[in-house]
T-cell receptor, first 115, second 113 residues
Framework: SQQGEEDPQALSIQEGENATMNCSYK?????LQWYRQNSGRGLVHLIL?????REKHSGRLRVTLDTSKKSSSLLITASRAADTASYFC???????????????FGKGTLLTVNP | EPEVTQTPSHQVTQMGQEVILRCVPI?????FYWYRQILGQKVEFLVS????????KSEIFDDQFSVERPDGSNFTLKIRSTKLEDSAMYFC???????????FGPGTRLTVL
C-alpha cells in the first residue's frame, strides 16, 4: 500500500489566494510532517502534527489531521509567488519502536503561485 | 539557526566507482537518516542510524551501501560500486528526539555515468 498520497498533484493559483493541499495515508500514524521543496533543492520542514492533535498553525500555514479518515490538509493563506514549490506529507507509522522513525513520503503537490 | 549540511552538492562518477557522501547533522541531534529521491519520484528512506549503529534499513540499502559516523560531527554514506540506477538526489536528515521533526540537508545530486 502507498502511504502519504497528496492531492491534487498540481495546483495553480493567483497571489493572495489560499491554497489547500490534502494528504491521505493508509496505516495508523504517530505523527505527520509537511515539507516544502523548491525545484531541485532540499526539503524544508514546515509543521509536525501528532496523532492526538487535530489542528496546528504556523504563520500562514494551517494543518489539520483527521485520524478517522486518515487524512491531513495543509492550508497556505494569502499565498505569495515565493510559496511556489512542491509540498509533501510524510508519516511516521504508529508503533515505531526503538529508534526506527523513518518517514514515508507521498508524491507531493506542485503548487504554482502566479504573481 | 543550526542546519544540516551536505557535501558535495553534486557528484559525477563512473559506474563501478565508489562514492562517499558527507553530512554534518545538527550538533545536538542523535538520530540520523539517509533518504534518496530519484528524479520525478518520491523521497525514499534508505537507512536510520542511532547510537553508532543502523536502526533500520530499506530494501534499497543493500551490501553496496554503508554508513558511518567516523567522528562526532560527520555522518557518511558510502556506495561501494555505483550503478546507473543509483543516480539520484541523496538527502541526509537528523532529529533531536525520537518521533521529532527531521531536518534535511540540501542534498547531494549523484550522477552515475
Amino acid at each position: 500500500s502507498q502511504q502519504g498520497e497528496e492531492d491534487p498533484q498540481a495546483l495553480s493559483i493567483q497571489e493572495g489566494e489560499n491554497a489547500t493541499m490534502n494528504c491521505s495515508y493508509k496505516t495508523s500514524i504517530n505523527n505527520l510532517q509537511w515539507y516544502r521543496q523548491n525545484s531541485g533543492r532540499g526539503l524544508v520542514h514546515l509543521i509536525l502534527i501528532r496523532s492526538n492533535e487535530r489542528e496546528k498553525h504556523s504563520g500562514r500555514l494551517r494543518v489539520t489531521l483527521d485520524t478517522s479518515k486518515k487524512s491531513s490538509s495543509l492550508l497556505i493563506t494569502a499565498s505569495r509567488a515565493a510559496d511556489t514549490a512542491s509540498y509533501f506529507c510524510a508519516t511516521v507509522p504508529l508503533g515505531s519502536g526503538g529508534s526506527n522513525y523513518k518517514l514515508t513520503f507521498g508524491k507531493g503537490t506542485l503548487l504554482t503561485v502566479n504573481p | 539557526e543550526p542546519e544540516v549540511t551536505q557535501t558535495p552538492s553534486h557528484q559525477v562518477t563512473q559506474m563501478g566507482q565508489e562514492v562517499i557522501l558527507r553530512c554534518v547533522p545538527i550538533s545536538n541531534h542523535l538520530y540520523f537518516y539517509w533518504y534518496r529521491q530519484i528524479l520525478g519520484q518520491k523521497v525514499e528512506f534508505l537507512v536510520s542510524f542511532y547510537n553508532n549503529e543502523i536502526s533500520e534499513k530499506s530494501e534499497i540499502f543493500d551490501d553496496q551501501f554503508s554508513v558511518e559516523r567516523p567522528d562526532g560531527s560527520n555522518f557518511t554514506l558510502k556506495i561501494r560500486s555505483t550503478k546507473l540506477e543509483d543516480s539520484a538526489m541523496y538527502f541526509c536528515a537528523s532529529s533531536g528526539a525520537p518521533l521529532g521533526e527531521q531536518f534535511f540537508g540540501p542534498g547531494t545530486r549523484l550522477t552515475v555515468l
